[in-house]
């Protein structure tokens, strides 16, 4: 085959009809097979990257646990609409309870509860991966950039990572839900399919669930929507059509009225949510998570390798001969744009806020990447001087995921965290049922005293195995000969000072045993 009957295979040309979606996976040469290869391979790319530290590690004091115990409660006594903590209503983590209503349904079924808390966002981040390709071999007919663009996801440590891909958290389903929007608003805005008002309504549900799962974050790309339809010079044929508004109006009823009812349930949670996820982090900084404007690039050029270095790329796309493939570029680039601003110039910066970024911009590199690797000159090269990082980056990101040792400032640093590894390997020994968990709270800048979610959570989750187990965070009120649990160093040290207390298995970070009644004539008590 000839380099131009290559070239037209996989460049249709700019004066092709457009064709359906299903009907453009099919066309191209092999058919489907290639094509279920291909997303195959990626899906296990993904599991690969994500698993290890899914299964394995703990749970997240920040914020995993907290949604973790907001989904626990709610699994165990209902109350779907108001998310709670402690069984009061959460003010705290204000989030919309979309994620929450999935970990809670999958807690229900019996499952495991880390992998109900984590499998989530497990799916929603292969899911992201799927679109990636799917979005440039349906809409380009254009398995390579696909490919590309699915490997610069799955390389990037940013989005594989804790917070985002691997944890039980709100910006892997974000992501997934903010790039389908943005594709199906794409479709929309240039109307080359015969059923626009599918595209509209598709993009609506799709703004919605984004809003469900983080409130005003679900709709930070619609600035750089309204921008690519200025620059496809459609922005007054968009806002004419009576579709768009009747959408609109329909996500805006279905929106008001969740939360004129929470705001029913819960007295309170508008002006909760105002000053925590709107004005809060907009124009305060909280929790002293300040950082300069320019955090956010710095970050991606860190953390979504090789992708940044081969957005040189982009650079030659307005001279790509196929405006299909310069449209979906300027899309999502615009769209990545617009968290970027929106994200910039808020006062609270912290990095998994930029985890949207990663599929959009991994969609218009992919493409760039695809057009500048078909060139005519310098091809070996070429191929070498992307393949190479992609390779480089997969392998660095795998070790740095799964194989590196937590670093000393690691989340996973804190002996307390990791309560959950350890009552597993207690459990497979001895039995846990009317055990004592002594932990005096961990160390934070939240306000929060004697505050350790992660416990609660266990404590909840035993609850539901039939074991009943309770939290102290002093040593006043121990029982008589209870077995006793504690990963809190000040309390293991306590209790490895009481001549009462009989260790029955320990490792470097917990200790389980039990107290003798002697301990009450015992000194030293925290």
């Not at 209902?78 to 959460?90: A, C, K, R, S």
């Not at 079924?109 to 899911?127: E, F, Q």
């Not at 307005?318 to 006062?347: E, N």
């Amino acid at each position: 085959m000839t380099k131009s009957s290559a070239a037209a295979r996989d460049l249709p040309s700019m004066h092709a009809r457009a064709r359906r979606l299903g009907a453009g996976l099919v066309a191209a040469r092999g058919g489907l097979f290639p094509d279920l290869l291909l997303a195959g391979l990626l899906l296990a790319l993904t599991a690969l990257m994500l698993l290890p530290g899914a299964l394995s590690l703990p749970m997240e004091l920040w914020d995993e646990s907290r949604t973790a115990n907001n989904a626990i409660e709610m699994a165990k006594h209902g109350g779907w609409l108001v998310t709670t903590f402690g069984y009061v209503p959460d003010h705290w983590n204000t989030k919309p309870p979309l994620l929450i209503w999935a970990m809670a349904a999958l807690l229900r079924t019996g499952m495991d509860s880390m992998l109900a808390v984590r499998l989530p966002s497990i799916l929603a981040t292969m899911g992201s991966v799927l679109i990636v390709y799917v979005s440039c071999r349906a809409l380009l007919r254009d398995r390579l950039a696909g490919t590309i663009g699915g490997l610069l996801v799955v390389c990037s440590v940013l989005f594989m990572g804790d917070h985002v891909g691997r944890t039980g958290d709100y910006d892997a389903l974000l992501c997934l839900l903010n790039l389908g929007f943005v594709l199906c608003a794409g479709l929309y805005i240039d109307q080359e399919t015969t059923r626009p008002g599918v595209w509209i309504a598709a993009a609506t549900a799709l703004l919605v669930l984004a809003v469900l799962t983080k409130g005003v974050a679900g709709g930070l790309a619609v600035p750089g929507l309204l921008v690519y339809a200025m620059v496809r010079r459609r922005l007054l044929a968009v806002l004419l059509d009576w579709r768009l508004w009747l959408s609109l109006a329909a996500a805006a009823v279905g929106l008001a009225g969740w939360l004129a009812l929470r705001e029913r349930l819960d007295p309170g949670y508008l002006a909760a949510v105002w000053n925590n996820d709107v004005a809060g982090r907009m124009l305060t900084t909280l929790d002293a998570h300040h950082e300069r404007r320019t955090y956010y690039v710095r970050l991606l050029f860190r953390q979504f390798e090789p992708a940044m270095l081969l957005s040189l790329t982009l650079l030659a796309m307005p001279w790509d001969p196929d405006p299909r493939r310069r449209r979906l570029c300027l899309l999502t680039v615009l769209a990545a744009m617009s968290w970027l601003v929106a994200l910039s110039v808020a006062r609270t910066k912290l990095y998994w806020y930029v985890a949207p970024v990663v599929p959009l911009l991994a969609v218009a590199i992919g493409v760039s990447t695809a057009t500048w690797l078909r060139g005519e000159r310098l091809v070996a090269l070429r191929r070498v001087a992307v393949g190479l990082p992609i390779l480089a980056s997969l392998v660095g990101s795998f070790w740095y995921l799964n194989l590196r040792p937590p670093s000393a400032d690691s989340q996973y640093a804190p002996d307390q965290v990791w309560y959950g590894p350890f009552m597993a390997q207690v459990r497979a020994r001895h039995a846990l049922d009317g055990a004592v968990i002594l932990d005096g709270g961990v160390p934070n800048n939240a306000g929060f005293v004697r505050y350790n979610p992660i416990v609660r959570f266990l404590i909840e989750d035993a609850d539901r195995r039939g074991e009943h187990m309770r939290l102290l965070s002093t040593t006043e009120n121990l029982p008589t000969d209870a077995p006793v649990l504690s990963c809190d160093p000040q309390m293991r040290q306590w209790l490895t000072q009481q001549r009462s207390f009989g260790p029955v298995y320990a490792d470097g970070r917990c200790v389980f045993g039990r107290l003798a009644a002697a301990h009450r004539s015992e000194t030293g008590k925290p």
